[in-house]
């Protein structure tokens, strides 16, 4: 599977939609469904990474800069992160 | 030399699984289908088929087990009847779906409860949908070719689905007939040894049968009904090559005196060779009355059947099943369906009969032809009609 699987055609499937590509669950957007996003607030983020260990799906990791942000293509909006958070550095916002 | 041999048809088809020289059998017994796993364990134990027979607690584990046998490429055989294709049913779509061409004999029976062990279409009907190709076979012959045609058709690459063979419980499996028995050489010939594409293997990894989200499971569906419809081609070559090595032609629809034939019953499995009998009678009489035999189930044979009945007015359907609340047998119902987008087409009258195990003489088939034939002039009060129930 060289697309992700939202654009595959039927034709493009192998012999009964057989997985030739080891690992390819991660091209699969888990995040579409989001009702709110988390918004990362840098000027109060003390750089923890509790919001890391708290979040169920794993999906926020640190930049380049060592600020933690939510990967938007796996993160479900559960707010967790938000919740857990000491400095308050993470404000949920509605998706449009 | 091709021997012809008094054999019970049960004991035949083990013979055409040695044949065919399988690698993996995985079956539990239930009656009427033990003659043939019996039959097979002994050729595995005495030496005379090289295979693993693995003895399971369940149908489910049976099926299962012939999952991962064909997924590895071997060449895989079970049997089954009844209860016990019940219990394999949502093993059967996993079999299709994933491309793994099993083959499988069904001693078709009757559904409890009440407990029957005998022959009806019950449990076919219920499966009707899990995406398996399924054949019936109307006498001890056409079990034996089917069982190695449907080798050849289900490891075609074009094709790569599983097949069931039905054979009618007891009616069949249990009779002994004269059946022509191939020699390996020839059948080597026809049934080239088995080579799966993609196979498991720890060289080549692959996931099977994995997770389809929302974003793709539609798509998946689709290959799967194309592939299915697109197989009829492949078993219309395999017959007709079957039909030009060894001199028996097998075709989806078969008619029977149909010639100028204004009233067609169309029966499946081994009833079909007793309302010819009928038909004959009734011929003789002068009656304009012919009979269809349908041996392709699935992929559903349209434009045969189409052709088949495009110049009569009444077409009579026999259910060895019946949909509760519904509109009577399966088998009419699908008839009706695919008949009734044509301009001229027959009016279909259904009747279900032959239920757990009851047979249907000949001269009961000349009653319901009669009795089609009076529905088609004065109609009836019900959507179909019961064959020989006590009222």
Not at chain 2, 28 to 50: C, F, K, R, W
Not at chain 2, 361 to 371: A, L, T, W
């Amino acid at each position: 599977m060289t697309k992700p699987g939202g654009e595959l055609t039927w034709k493009d499937l192998e012999i009964g939609a057989v997985m030739t590509e080891p690992g390819n669950a991660s091209q699969y957007q888990t995040g579409d469904w989001r009702t709110q996003r988390p918004v990362h607030e840098h000027s109060r983020c003390i750089k923890c990474g509790l919001c890391a260990i708290f979040c169920p799906e794993g999906c926020i990791e640190p930049n380049e800069e060592g600020f933690f942000e939510a990967n938007l293509f796996y993160c479900k909006g559960c707010g967790i992160c938000a919740r857990e958070c000491w400095t308050k550095a993470i404000t949920m916002v509605e998706e449009e | 030399m091709t021997q012809r041999v008094g054999i019970e048809v049960s004991r035949s088809i083990a013979i055409a699984v040695k044949l065919a020289n399988v690698d993996v059998v995985s079956a539990y017994p239930i009656t009427p289908q033990t003659h043939i796993v019996e039959d097979i364990s002994e050729l595995v134990a005495n030496g005379e088929l090289d295979a693993s027979y693995i003895p399971v607690e369940s149908e489910h584990s049976a099926m299962s087990a012939c999952l991962g046998a064909s997924a590895v490429g071997a060449r895989t055989f079970t049997a089954t009847a009844g209860q016990g294709l019940e219990l394999m049913h949502e093993v059967l779509y996993v079999a299709s779906f994933m491309r793994l061409p099993i083959v499988m004999a069904v001693a078709d029976r009757a559904l409890s409860a009440p407990i029957s062990i005998w022959g009806d279409h019950s449990d076919v009907m219920a499966v009707r949908d899990t995406g398996w190709i399924q054949i019936f076979a109307a006498n001890g012959q056409e079990t034996f070719d089917n069982v190695l045609c449907a080798f050849r058709i289900a490891e075609d690459r074009r094709v790569l689905l599983p097949v069931m063979i039905h054979l009618d419980g007891f009616q069949l499996t249990h009779v002994i007939e004269p059946i022509y028995i191939l020699e390996s050489s020839e059948v080597d010939k026809f049934l080239p040894p088995h080579e799966y594409p993609l196979p498991l293997d720890p060289d080549r990894p692959i996931t099977m049968g994995g997770l389809a989200p929302p974003n793709i499971y539609t798509e998946t569906k689709k290959a799967q009904q194309v592939n299915l419809t697109a197989a009829k081609e492949v078993i219309l070559q395999a017959w007709k090559e079957f039909g030009d090595i060894f001199g028996r032609y097998y075709s989806p629809v078969e008619s029977y005196r149909c010639e100028g034939a204004k009233v067609i019953l169309l029966a499946m499995g081994s009833f079909s060779e007793t309302a010819m009998s009928a038909v004959d009678s009734m011929r003789e009489e002068g009656k304009e009355v012919g009979l269809i035999k349908l041996c392709l189930w699935r992929p559903f044979p349209f434009a045969e059947l189409r052709q088949a009945v495009k110049d009569a007015d009444t077409l009579l359907v026999l259910d060895r099943a019946l949909s509760f609340g519904g509109p009577g047998g399966p088998v009419a119902s699908e008839i009706r369906s695919a008949l009734y987008g044509l301009d001229k087409r027959p009016k279909v009258i259904g009747f279900v009969g032959g239920l757990g195990g009851r047979v249907i003489s000949p001269s009961g088939f000349r009653e319901i032809i009669n009795r089609g034939i009076e529905i088609s002039q004065a109609g009836s009060e019900q959507e179909f009609e019961m064959f020989g129930v006590r009222e």
